[in-house]
Nanobody, 115 residues
């Protein structure tokens, strides 16, 4: 089992920066993929940024150049640094981890960007 806890979401103004963190615990050695997804009001959940076990990184086109995903192996944390936030970045941000057997999700952290 893997447990994920997100933190860092809050209300910010457009153009601001924000850093989200996702702490993993449990069977962390079994994780082969970690990523951030988000769900805007009335929309489906979408991928934001991913980090595979061999350090391949990918971003959604809408966040390229503004968001940076990184990891800290010392404390099993994956971070999402968000710059120049826009109102359309508003949503609940979820951390995801995948092992060979299943996927795990955090409870989500709300990011609201006001114009």
């Amino acid at each position: 089992q893997v447990q994920l806890v997100e933190s860092g979401g809050c209300l910010v103004q457009a153009g601001s920066s924000l850093r989200l963190s996702c702490a993993a615990s449990g069977n962390v050695d079994s994780i082969i993929y970690r990523g951030w997804h988000r769900q805007a009001p009335g929309k489906q959940r979408e991928l934001v940024a991913t980090f595979t076990n061999n350090d391949y990184i990918d971003y959604a086109d809408s966040v390229k150049g503004r968001f940076t995903i990184s990891k800290d192996n010392a404390d099993n944390t994956v971070n999402l640094q968000m710059e120049n936030l826009k109102p359309e970045d508003t949503g609940v941000y979820y951390c995801k981890a995948r092992t060979r057997n299943r996927s795990y999700w955090g409870q989500g952290t709300l990011v609201t960007v006001s114009s």
